[in-house]
Each structure stands twice: as C-alpha cells, then as structure tokens.
C-alpha cells in the first residue's frame, strides 16, 4: 500500500531528500474544493455578460478613399505622400474638426481618434478612417475629417498659387525690358557690317569653298599618283637590263658518261668476274655519278640582244614624269584658290558667332517671356479655382459592426478571473501556516529521510504494517534507537509504538520529556540513531528547519510520518536514503547473543532522568 510511486526517480545522494511543494497535495486540494472553484465560474458567467454588455466600450471605424493626383512631377513621391499624410492631423485641422463637430474632447482626444494610411507604397491611394462609439458618429466624424483636410488643402494650393502669381508679374515685366534690349543690339551689329543675313552668306561661301576644295584635293591626289607612279617607274628602269640572254644551248654531260659507264659495266660483267678490279671500278663510276643531281646541265652557247622590257619602262617613265609636273602646277593654283575663299568664310563665321550671341538672347528672351506668359494664365486660372490635388474615391459610410469591441473578452474575463480567484483562495487553504503533509516536503525540509509512513493512528488496523516496515531494517541495527515525538501531545501514539516494536527492537527507547532539551541532546548524541515521529499537517516548515539544532547532531536522524489522509497515503512512504540510518547489519552470531541491543550507559540514570520515562 505505501511502495513507492512507479517510475520516481530514487533520491539516494541527494542533499535535500523530496520536494519542496508536493503537486500531488495541491491537486487534491483542489479536487476536494471542486465544487467551489466551478460555482465560482458559474456565479462569474452572468455577472460577465452584465457587465460585458453595460460597461465594455465599443468602437466603431468608418474609412473614407482618397486618391493623390499631383499635378507636377517630384523625384521623391514617396516622401511627398509620406507628408500629406502626416498633414491630416496637424493641430489646425483637428481644431476645425472639433469647432465643426461642437465636440467638448481636447485636440489630443480628437486626434487620438483619427488614423491615416497609406494602401500600398506602390500607389498614391491613402485612406482617413475616424472611430465613434456609434457606427453614425464614425461616419459623421471621419466625413467631417476628410472635408476639413480637403478644404485645407484647396486653401494651402490658393494661398500658394497667389504667391507664385505675384512674382511672375513682375518677372513678365522684367523680360519685357530684356527682350526689347536684345533686339536693339542685334539690329546695331548688322547695320555696323552691312550684312542683312550672315548666315546665308556664310552658307553660300561655304558651298563654294567645298567645290574649291574637291577640286584642290583631285588635283593634290592626281598629283601624288603620277609622283608615286614616276618613282615606281624611275625605280623599275634603274633595276632592269639594257640586254639579255636571248637564247643559251645547255646539255647534261654527266649523263651522258653515265650512260657510257653503264655501257662499259654491262659488257665487262658478261666476260669477266664481279670481284674484277675493273668491273669494280666501272662499278664505282657508275655509283658516283649517280648521285650527281638530275638538274646539272652545262652551258654550250648563249645568243645576247636588247632588252625589249627596258625601252617600254624608259618610255612610261619619261610620260609619267610630263604629267606629274603638271598635276602639280594644277594643285598649287587650287590651293591659293582656297586658302582665300578660306580667310572668307572665317571672317563671316567670326561675325555670325557674334550674330548668333546676340539673336540667341532675343530668342531666349522670346522663349521665357512667352513661358511666363503660359504660367501666368495658368496659376490665374488655378487662383480663380484651386485644386486640392486629392480625389474621393470612397465617402465614409455608418459601419455595421464593430471594429473593436472588448465585450466578448470582458464576458470571458470574469468567469476566468473568479476560476483562478477561487484556485488562489483554495491553494491559500491548503498552504496556510506552510504545514507540511506528504513525506516528500517533511523530508525536504527537515533534510533528512523519510523511514516509514502511515495512516495510523488514525486507522489503527495501519499499525501492524508500520510496525512490520520498521522492525525489518531496524531489527538489526547497532546501537541504541531513541524514539521522539515532535509533538509532545502525541506521547501516547509514541509508547504505543515503543511497546508494538519492543519485541524485535529491544534496544528501541522513548524518551517523552521534551521540556528538557539538553537532556534530549545528551541522549541524542549517546544514540546510536534517533527516529522522530511527525504528524502530517501539524508542523510548519520553519520547525524541521530546527530540528537538527534542537537534537543537536547533524546525521542519524530519521522520520516517520503518522496520520496521512487517504489520499496522501498513496504517495511514496519512504523518501530519501535510509541505508546509512540504520548503518550495517549485525553479524549472524551477534543476532543469536542473549545480550543484543544492551547498550552502555554513558551518564547516570536516576529518578529524574529517563530513557522513556522507565529504567
């Protein structure tokens, strides 16, 4: 009945044996305080929905489109919109919401009730949604939000517009006075060089100083071509023969001895031997002249004449040279041609530079004034109606629903705040006077183990098997047992014990004198072991702490849990390592010596100072 839970983790080398807190308590507290924690909840369901429904705020959001259509182009649209948008909420329109509105909020309310958004980065839509405890306040409110910044912003756009209007005037005046100046000049520069259009002069001196000078560039290339084609020729007729071979007779002697040789060699084998000195040297000859090269031939008369390739080179050479002088004479009259057609065309080019300068700033003049003129009659046409840049592209209508509302969470928030307010109160039930229950927390906080647990004497039938769990590891131990109820009122449940374990533990002793501690502490520190008996839910953490300070020794001491409640007593009954408790086991013949357990007396023993109140 009281083994350990399956599958706990032995605390054997632990410094602190158990728990601190067992689980196992508190959730059997709280199942024997069920009922409470769910009336709790159930009495918490209607009170939430009452106050859910009268007290929980709601807010309603209606949302009006717009659309931004800048009119000029920026490099920075992102930043721009980014500005517009923080420009909704800015303290002048909020107080002309609050003035058209006759709200009663301050401006930072107001405006705590107003959002702005951008759709996407990619679009220029932006979005004005306003919040109202009703879905018809929200509509007004946001629609009366959109038509205060859009007035505010048709009012900026005019007040802009005016600036920019009444400085163009005056800059439409002052180019007036630049452009009639720049026509004064020009007209000046040509009547001072009596030239109506410099450019046409230019451009018809120009055209003839291109067809000067196609022609100088013929004649110039004419002329390196017959220059180049003399010296080719002049180089040709250096290098070529006045006379030459005509015709030369050429003849192969060497094969014609070859063939003699062969002849010879042929006709010498047919009478006389190989190994014959002369066929040998035939043999020899033959094999030499071999060799030479079949190409050899050998000059026997040559026929010398005029070279015909000469006189025609000397005859070009002589009409190339005719005709280069020419070419060259040619060029050079073409050239002075050119160069004072040349000298032409600069001067007019020089003055038109001039022209140019002065007629460019009576065209810039034009080009500005007439630019500032379109503006003018735009930003007129803007003042007598300005644009707010923004289109409505959705008005804000009374939402249906709510787009925030906290009556759902307050309705769920009360059961569950009087659920855990009841676990609270329940835990501070079970907890109250931090009195320890299960053996787990008595052997924590006392540090040391837990030897036996039981339900007796509460059920009296338990004792037989306290007994029986004792007796088992305590029958053989060495030395004397000291035996102490930490509550004095439970000295009779102690003798009761002492005499059910006298039989197999004889040298087990009560000592029942708690009000004299340094006798408790003599006899403790005389024992052998002490074992005290605790009765669960009747002490408080702080007087285990103690208990090794009361005793006055640090090892050797044991505990025995009594009165555990039927829940509690399935939990483990042994906590933490008894082996050094109860120390070896006797030896089998000391079990067998009539005189087992007899223990020696260190101090005197009288009347007034007892071992368990007998001798």
């Known amino acids: 009945m009281f083994a350990p839970v399956e599958g706990e983790v032995p605390e054997a080398g632990l410094e602190r044996p158990g728990l601190p807190l067992e689980p196992v308590r508190l959730a059997w507290a709280l199942r024997r305080r069920s009922r409470l924690i ?55 329109n909020v107080a002309q919401v609050r003035e058209r509105l006759k709200l009663s909020s301050s401006l930072e309310d107001v405006g705590a009730r107003i959002r702005v958004g951008v759709v996407s980065n990619e679009s220029n839509v932006l979005t004005i949604s306003g919040t109202g405890t009703s879905s018809e306040e929200a509509a007004r409110f946001t629609q009366a939000v959109t038509d205060v910044f859009l007035d505010a912003r048709v009012r900026i756009a005019r007040t802009r517009m005016e600036e920019q209007l009444k400085g163009l005037k005056e800059e439409v005046e002052q180019m007036h006075k630049q452009l009639t100046s720049a026509r004064e000049r020009y007209d000046g520069f040509r009547a001072q060089h009596h030239v109506v259009d410099f450019t046409l002069d230019r451009k018809t001196a120009i055209e003839q100083l291109a067809l000067l000078r196609s022609e100088v560039h013929k004649s110039r290339v004419e002329a390196d071509s017959n220059s180049k084609k003399a010296n080719l020729l002049r180089s040709a007729v250096q290098k070529a023969p006045a006379q030459l071979v005509l015709t030369e007779n050429q003849v192969q002697a060497d094969r014609q001895k070859l063939a ?3 002849a010879q060699l042929t006709a010498r084998r047919a009478s006389l031997s190989q190994e014959h000195p002369e066929v040998r040297g035939l043999q020899a000859s033959v094999e030499a002249l071999e060799r030479t090269p079949a190409d050899a031939y050998t000059v026997t008369g040559r026929q010398v004449g005029a070279n015909p390739e000469f006189l025609v080179l000397q005859e070009q050479f002589t009409r190339a040279s005719i005709d280069g002088e020419a070419a060259q004479q040619k060029w050079q009259s073409y050239a002075k041609l050119e160069e004072s057609l040349n000298e032409r065309v ?143 009122a439970r000295g009779a449940s102690a003798a009761e014990l002492v005499e059910a374990l006298r039989a197999r533990m004889p040298s087990l002793r009560l000592w029942d004198e708690a009000d004299r501690v340094q006798a408790l502490r003599r006899a403790a520190r005389e024992s052998a072991r002490v074992v005290v008996l605790v009765e669960a839910g009747a002490h408080a953490a702080l007087e285990f702490t103690g208990l090794r300070r009361l005793l006055g020794r640090e090892d050797g001491i044991g505990l025995v849990v009594l009165g555990l409640g039927p829940e509690l007593a399935l939990l483990r009954d042994r906590v933490g390592d008894d082996s050094d408790f109860w120390g070896p086991p006797l030896s089998h013949a000391e079990a067998l010596s009539p005189v087992r357990g007899v223990v020696k007396e260190s101090y005197p023993i009288d009347s007034e100072q007892r071992l368990g109140g007998r001798r």
Not at 460 to 483: F, H, K, V
């Open 38 to 92: 769910a009336l709790a909840v159930v009495l918490a369901i209607p009170v939430g929905l009452v106050a859910a429904f009268f007290l929980a705020p709601r807010e309603f959001v209606a949302q009006s489109v717009l659309v931004w259509e800048p009119v000029a182009r920026s490099s920075t649209p992102a930043r721009d919109l980014q500005t517009l948008t923080s420009s909704v909420k800015l303290p002048g």
């Open 260 to 262: 003699e040789l062969s």
């Open 346 to 488: 600069l001067q007019l080019t020089a003055l038109e530079g001039e022209a140019n300068l002065l007629l460019a700033d009576v065209h810039l003049a034009e080009e500005r004034l007439g630019k500032l003129k379109a503006e003018q009659a735009e930003l007129e046409a803007g003042v007598r109606q300005p644009s707010s840049e923004l289109r409505v592209l959705n008005s804000p209508v009374p939402p249906p629903f709510p787009a925030n509302s906290s009556r759902r969470k307050v309705a769920l928030a009360f059961p569950l705040f009087a659920g855990l307010l009841a676990v609270l109160f329940v835990v501070g039930q079970e907890l109250r006077g931090l009195r320890l229950r299960t053996p787990s927390e008595i052997a924590f906080w006392a540090k040391a183990p837990v030897l036996a647990s039981s339900s007796w004497p509460q059920a009296p039938e338990e004792l037989r098997n306290l007994t029986l769990e004792l007796a088992s590891r305590g029958e053989q131990a060495q030395g004397m047992t000291l035996l102490l109820p930490l509550d004095p």
